[in-house]
């Protein structure tokens, strides 16, 4: 697959070979999305608590005797049918993260590259050096781009003046290509990265 290098002008500077095995797999969206699961459930703080019956306060006499009352047996007022008992079936602290395989980690990450590459939602540049760490600067060159929706810049070398340029903007972002991930690959819409990148990526994903 060929894609055209730019330059920040947005003008053609040659023509780049993807690998193929890295930008042109047959997708396979089950793992991708197990993968974007996976990120999204170590988010969770799973401090979920809920008391059950010998949590709560209370309730150490029994109401009123076994039998001749008339009324039903009960043996605390802190029972999940008393009002102030305890939670039945509650919820309780958990772990939410789960882990998967190196293999389907890398098959993931080459899927989310490849729909990109494939739905056109590919800019590789030569370089992303910005004048100057204002945001004005990625706004330009967002627009000479003709750039549209949620943007992430992904650079093979930390690129402050980039970073600090889009982190007032909610629809760009930057990340490193050793950071590049599939949860923040599917949540753009274009996904702008440097030649240099490029070549990192298929280095390590061969």
Known sequence: MKISVKNKLGEKVKDLTLADNVWNIEANDLVLK?????????????????????????????????????????????????????????????????DINKKERTLALKSALTHKAQDKELVVLDNIKLD????????????????????????????????????????????????????????ADMLVIDEAAVKKLEEVLK
């Not at 974007?36 to 209370?58: H, M, N, P, W, Y």
């Not at 004005?136 to 781009?145: G, Q």
């Not at 992430?152 to 972002?173: I, K």
Request: aromatic letters at 6%; hydrophobic letters at 35%.
């Open 34 to 98: 197990k993968m974007i699961r996976l990120q999204l459930d170590a988010t969770r703080q799973g401090t979920a608590k809920t008391k059950t019956r010998s949590e709560v306060s209370g309730g150490g006499k029994k109401p009123w005797r076994q039998k001749g009352t008339g009324r039903a047996r009960q043996g605390s007022t802190r029972a999940p049918q008393w009002r102030g008992g305890g939670i039945a079936l509650g919820v309780t602290p958990r772990d939410y993260t789960f």
């Open 132 to 187: 100057s760490l204002k945001t004005k600067e990625v706004k330009k060159l967002i627009d000479t781009l003709k750039l549209e929706g949620k943007i992430l810049f992904v650079t093979l070398e930390e690129n402050e003046d980039l970073f600090m340029a889009t982190r007032n903007l909610g629809y760009a972002y930057h990340i490193m290509a050793s950071d590049i991930n599939c949860l923040d690959l599917v949540n």
